[in-house]
């Protein structure tokens, strides 16, 4: 199986700073015919289901503030929120959808210093 | 838009058959622009992916549950089934099913969740 090792376990950012959040596979999970990387990342707020920020590690799903942002290729990722807003308390979660079993990391939750 | 909702019961015994249905509205669930996907989350834990589901008839199962693991789909009715069979404390969990991208394949749109505890 694909496993996604989130780090931090938790994570502690005041109001207006950013948060990092990394994430670590331990195969690759670019496709190289199309060259994109099936990494995404989920938000989950409280008794509600996750909600996808960004998917082919960098795209952002529509909607989406763009103070969220995703980078890394191959097997590092990176979510990047930038100005943390107090709505962004939540839990955060990487997966890989190359190849079944799909796969999620750990979860990283973010709290405001 | 596409909307998913979710319904079954939030309590099943020890031994017996869990049964989840996901109505899918706002797309035709035979559409070959998505594929459907179940989702599981035990209780203060993180998200386990149990199997997708395709209009062609093709499924994927998560391997630690194949044997007792059932999906499907329905379009006749636009809905998607679940059932895992001889259910133990361990399948707890909230029980979530979804939409992806056939193209891109991210898992975009998710019903809102059953709460299913095994209880005798």
């Known amino acids: 199986d694909t496993v996604l090792t989130q780090s931090p376990d938790s994570l502690a950012v005041s109001l207006g700073e950013s948060a990092t959040i990394n994430c670590r596979s331990n195969?690759?999970?670019?496709?190289?015919?199309?060259?994109?990387?099936?990494l995404g990342w989920f938000q989950q707020k409280p008794g509600q289901p996750p909600k996808l920020l960004i998917y082919?590690?960098?795209t952002r799903d529509s909607g989406v503030p763009d103070r969220f942002s995703g980078s890394g290729s191959g097997t590092d990722f990176t979510l990047t929120i930038s100005s943390l807003q107090a709505e962004d308390v939540a839990v955060y979660y990487c997966?890989?959808?190359?190849?079944?079993?799909?796969?999620f990391g750990q979860g990283t939750r973010l709290e405001i210093k | 838009q596409m909307q998913l909702q979710q319904s079954g019961p939030g309590l099943v015994r020890p031994a017996e058959t869990l049964t989840l249905t996901c109505s899918v509205s706002?797309?035709?669930?035979?559409?070959?622009?998505?594929?459907w996907v179940w989702i599981r989350q035990p209780p203060g834990q993180g998200l386990d992916w149990l199997g997708n589901?395709?209009?062609?008839?093709?499924?994927y199962y998560n391997p630690s549950l194949k044997s007792r693991l059932s999906l499907s789909l329905d379009t006749s009715t636009g809905q998607l089934s679940l059932a895992l069979h001889s259910v133990t404390a361990a399948d707890t969990a909230v029980y979530y099913c979804?939409?992806?991208?056939?193209?891109?394949?991210?898992?975009?749109?998710w019903g809102q969740g059953t709460r299913v505890a095994v209880s005798s």
């Open positions: 979804a939409s992806g991208s056939s193209l891109s394949r991210e898992v975009k749109y």
């Open positions: 706002g797309v035709s669930i035979s559409s070959r622009d998505f594929y």
């Open positions: 589901v395709f209009a062609s008839g093709r499924i």
């Open positions: 195969q690759t999970v670019l496709y190289s015919s199309n060259n994109k990387n099936y």
């Open positions: 082919w590690a960098a």
């Open positions: 997966h890989q959808y190359i190849r079944t079993p799909y796969t």
